[in-house]
């Protein structure tokens, strides 16, 4: 039998995604047995201390066992740290230690959330995918520059490492992993039973650009006020770095330094989160909303909102203003 490890950090973190995935995993081992299988997976909860308390102690879990008493696991689930993570990273250092040990040791490791500072503390994730919560994005890029962040991403499956995007998206990981282990149908058994969305892969829909300001490049800020007080024109990249005084190519190369995004990737990320916003909070079409963010091709406009959101223009509208698709 399998053994799976579903980690407790110190400090508090994320109470549902550790009850959650413990759910999951314990109805997907009833259901194997009742196909008249073994059970695939021993599971415990295991972390630093005898009992982590949750919201102020509303909460108390008591974890089955320390991390030093599990000399080997097959397969480790890190659970969201919330907005503590900078805390939780400092405050479990032999957990992060024996997470690295154990995937030297064979086990496979995913993330929940948050969860993805933990490991990439370990430093397992440098040179691999990542998702987070896109909250979180600019941070995780700042502390873990060698990881290859992609919070449009739902899920990221790679050599023995999967991690997944924010909050309660979290369900479609350990479906995912459920599939993985067990098989198809008893993901989709669990799938149903949860009533969680299968086969989800993006998180595009759920992100709100804000765009990437903590860094400390002044002229890269500038060239990213200049792009949003002027959303509605189309600025080339030329006359950004003319603008400012920067060769093309080394505007180019600060830019994505900075911001993780090409200065034209990051025009389009601010059009289309405006666009989002009115189609959310107004009743215009999609031709007036294409106007007034700097569009006049109708296709080109589509095929943008689509790369960014994962959704088409009416989709999106239909999806996130109910009065307005109605009318």
Request: charged residues 25%; contains cysteine.
């Amino acid at each position: 039998m399998k053994h799976l490890t579903i980690i407790v950090p110190d400090g508090e973190n994320n109470l549902s995604s550790i009850v959650g995935a413990y759910k999951i995993f314990t109805r997907a081992n009833e259901y194997w047995k009742g196909t008249g299988k073994k059970g695939l997976f021993t599971i415990q909860l295991a972390g630093l201390s005898k009992e982590v308390d949750f919201y102020d102690g509303i909460f108390t879990v008591k974890p089955h066992t320390h991390i030093s008493a599990i000399t080997k696991t097959d397969l480790i689930i890190i659970p969201s740290l919330n907005h503590n993570y900078e805390k939780a990273v400092k405050g479990n250092k032999a957990l992060i230690d024996w997470i690295a040990k154990q995937y030297k040791d064979g086990a496979a490791i995913a993330s929940i959330c948050t969860g993805a500072f933990l490991l990439a503390s370990t430093g397992l994730l440098d040179g691999k995918s990542c998702s987070t919560h896109w909250a979180v994005a600019e941070n995780f890029r700042i502390m873990f520059p060698e990881v290859n962040l992609q919070t449009d991403k739902l899920i990221t499956d790679e050599n023995g490492i999967y991690t997944n995007g924010g909050a309660y998206s979290f369900l479609n990981l350990m479906i995912y992993l459920v599939e993985k282990y067990y098989d198809r149908q008893t993901a989709i058994f669990c799938a149903k039973v949860f009533q969680i969305e299968i086969d989800r892969d993006s998180q595009s829909a759920f992100t709100i650009f804000t765009g990437q300001k903590l860094h400390g490049d002044e002229v890269v800020r500038k060239a990213q006020a200049y792009i949003e007080s002027n959303m509605d024109e189309k600025i080339s990249v030329a006359h950004l770095s003319a603008k400012f005084a920067v060769g093309r190519r080394n505007f180019d190369r600060r830019f994505i330094k900075a911001t993780g995004n090409t200065p034209v990737e990051y025009a389009q990320r601010v059009k289309i989160e405006k666009a989002k916003k009115a189609f959310e909070t107004s009743r215009k079409t999609i031709n007036e909303v294409m106007y007034e963010v700097g569009y006049s091709d109708v296709k080109a406009f589509r095929e943008v909102f689509r790369k960014i959101t994962g959704m088409s223009p009416i989709a999106y509208k239909e999806r996130y203003n109910k009065e307005a698709a109605s009318a």
